[in-house]
Structures are given as structure tokens and as C-alpha cells.
């Protein structure tokens, strides 16, 4: 299982270095897009974020225990063409089954995001991607 997460882990950093050049200030700061009270009340738990992982371009939440928490990352702010679909439909793109985590890479105009959660509910990934959404308008 912690090779799973390993691979989920490696493919978005790999993505993110080879897709995009991060900029020193982005846009929009993925803890404020999607807030520990929102995490929280969709995953019905209380959340916090972990400030010394998280940076510019993504947020980490721990849950109350080991078996909760997950994260946000923005991967561009820029995305467009080919290259952008391929980024959210490629292998990889979601955490491998098994793993515990359950998450993939959205889009919204033109900023791609990708989330993953240690739950096996589908249904609170849908809930985080539209709230997600919402906020990045």
C-alpha cells in the first residue's frame, strides 16, 4: 500500500515538474480555495491543515487519526490545448486502486487541480472537486 501511495505521489510531482514552472506567488492559494471547515464537513471529521508541508501550490489536511486527511495541489493556472487534456486524462492521474486514497485530476478553465483523499467514497471526492470548483471562479 505505501508503495501505491509512492507512485500517486512521484507521477503528480513528475507532472507537475514536466507540465509547469511553478511561479513564486500563485494565484490562488489551494488552502483558501478549499478551507479545513470545508474538507471537514464534507469528510465528517475535524480537519486541520498541516502548515509546515503545505506551500504556494498545494494544501495538506490531517484528519484526527491516521486514516484520514488528504491533499490539494494546483498544477497549473495556465493550462490550454492538447496538453491540458492529456494531463487530466493521463495514467496515473488518480490514485492506484487499492490504495486507500481515492482522488484524480479536475479541471476549471484553465487551472488543473488534483485531489486525493484517504477514504474509499467516491461520493466525497465529487463533493471536495465541486466545492473546489466553486471557489476557483
Partial sequence: MHIAKCVFVLGTAMVLSAVMVASAAAAHDPCRVLTAGAFSKVMGYAATIDKTA??????????????????????????????ADAMVNRKGSAPPAGSGMVGGTYKEGAIIFSLAIKSTDHSKVDELVAEIKRNLK
Fill in 54 to 83: 503545505s506551500t504556494e501550490m498545494v494544501c495538506y489536511y490531517s484528519g484526527p487519526d491516521e486514516g484520514g486527511g488528504g491533499q490539494f495541489r494546483i498544477l497549473t493556472e495556465a493550462a490550454s490545448g492538447p496538453q
